[in-house]
């Protein structure tokens, strides 16, 4: 087979290497005799991978070619995604602890050169992080908390390399490109690729990182190529054939314009903007309840002209909720008219109508996850310590954010339960669904209807395992049947 070095300036390249040619990556992208080349193994050793960068067509092109990059494009965008490197590398947290135990400054960086640094007590730990990532020239850089992160990690160019490493990395680059064999990432033809949308700053993400590296584990074994992307990353969506939203959905936020840009694009999608914009919207969802004879806390539609006669029909005290709060933000108590003359003043000026509801104190609510018109796990969500919610934001600490959850098999759950949560799903169409029912004095109330329910390890898998991962993931298949 055919090596290639390709570099972006090959008369800077410092490495004598026997039997392989250095080319540039210009010579590489523009001269014709290279895609016409068969059997050839590309070492992409650009100074920037960078989208659409001349490293990242390097390795794009020889995929297009047939060639074997290294590194692929694939391990190119995992490098950008963080928060996915952050979940690869749990998988060796405890080789990354223990070999940085020793040291007592707060921040290290680690270079691996070709799979190896120059220190022998890194070798297993830069191995592993070579057969993750596969690119030959790569920097991390850590720092410490309560234990060992990643802070940083990125490809680097030879010119970065200190001159101090230089004989040592010559060795690598000698053994490294001798080799026969390399172990990169085995081709594997999927039957789709699927876009998991997380925001790293989302303040109360739908499923907590641990579910986030199910979802792309599970997704492997059923043949589906899943990959976390970002907001930012908007103009990669017509690349995937499908999208899954793990952001908290608004209609003003990234989560609304990524689904509907897929569903113009004919992309598949879980959940749709139709659900989004009714979901996220209360006033909508009273109305819907309402006119389905769904059985709800005695609900009304706020407005200024009927705000002093409210009171008559819900009581004291009233729940508030702004029409697009969604995880208890948004929602307010008020325990007086007074406080209730304040808050409607207060929040009438953010939207012309709000809702008010009749307070029906719980110990719990019931979340039915249903995914298309099938229910697939139940739980019982009791309320944060101390507080008349699920979650209690401002609760100091924040171990008690939010209350114990209880995960049932479905056969336990009441079946008016579930037949309620099926009959509220239904008027949303098609998706995944978070039901939320309360039972006071033995009348079931539909509380929410939830177009991005969480998916948390530990929480709503407790009870079906790995079952509520595959159940997401199968209806994507059947999307793209």
Not at 218 to 234: Q, V
Request: net charge neutral.
């Amino acid at each position: 087979m055919n090596k290639y070095i390709v570099v972006n300036q090959p008369d800077k390249w410092n490495f004598l290497v026997d039997n392989i040619t250095v080319i540039s990556s210009q010579d590489y992208l523009t001269n014709p005799k290279y895609s016409l080349l068969k059997n050839a193994r590309i070492f992409n050793l650009c100074k920037d991978y960078t989208y659409q960068s001349k490293g990242y067509y390097v390795s794009l092109l020889a995929e297009a070619r047939g060639h074997l990059p290294i590194p692929t494009t694939k391990n190119i965008v995992d490098l950008k995604a963080l928060k996915l490197v952050r979940i690869v590398s749990d998988e060796f947290d405890d080789v990354l602890q223990q070999s940085l135990k020793g040291i007592k400054s707060q921040n290290f960086t680690l270079s691996i050169y070709f799979g190896q640094n120059v220190a022998q007590k890194y070798k297993a730990l830069s191995a592993l992080f070579y057969k993750h990532f596969q690119v030959p020239l790569l920097r991390v850089n850590f720092n410490h908390t309560t234990k060992w992160n990643i802070q940083s990690i990125k490809a680097i160019s030879e010119s970065e390399i200190p001159a101090e490493h230089i004989p040592s990395v010559q060795e690598f680059a000698n053994q490294y490109f001798a080799k026969k064999r390399y172990s990169t990432a085995k081709v594997t033809h999927y039957d789709f690729d699927l876009a998991i949308l997380v925001n790293p700053n989302d303040p109360a993400p739908p499923s907590n990182p641990k579910a986030l590296k199910k979802f792309v584990e599970l997704a492997e074994k059923m043949n589906i190529y899943a990959e976390i992307i970002e907001p930012k990353d908007l103009s990669r969506l017509s690349s995937f054939d499908a999208l899954f939203l793990r952001q908290s959905t608004e209609v003003n936020n990234e989560a609304y314009t990524f689904a509907r840009k897929a569903q113009q694009e004919g992309i598949a999608i879980i959940d749709y903007p139709d659900a989004i914009l009714k979901c996220c919207n209360k006033v909508y969802m009273a109305e819907a309840l309402n006119n389905a004879n769904i059985s709800t806390p005695k609900t009304v539609i706020v407005h200024s002209n009927n705000r002093n006669s409210v009171l008559e029909q819900t009581g004291l005290p009233c729940v508030l909720k702004a029409p697009d709060s969604t995880f208890s933000f948004g929602v307010k108590k008020a325990k007086t008219k007074e406080e209730y003359d304040v808050l409607v003043t207060e929040m009438l000026k953010q939207s012309d109508l709000i809702i008010a509801q009749e307070f029906c104190p719980s110990d719990y609510d019931w979340r039915i996850g249903i995914i298309d018109n099938k229910p697939f796990f139940a739980c019982k969500y009791y309320m944060a310590k101390g507080h008349w919610q699920i979650y209690n934001w401002k609760a100091t600490d924040k171990n008690e954010q939010d209350g114990d959850a209880v995960c049932l098999p479905i056969e336990e759950v009441p079946k008016n339960v579930i037949e309620t949560a099926l009959k509220s799903a239904k008027l949303m169409g098609l998706g995944l669904y978070g039901i939320d029912i309360k039972v006071v004095n033995g009348k079931l109330m539909v509380i929410e209807i939830n177009d991005n329910p969480n998916i948390d390890f530990g929480v709503e898998d407790e009870y079906y395992g790995d079952l509520v991962y595959t159940e997401i993931l199968t209806a994507f298949k059947k999307r793209l049947a």
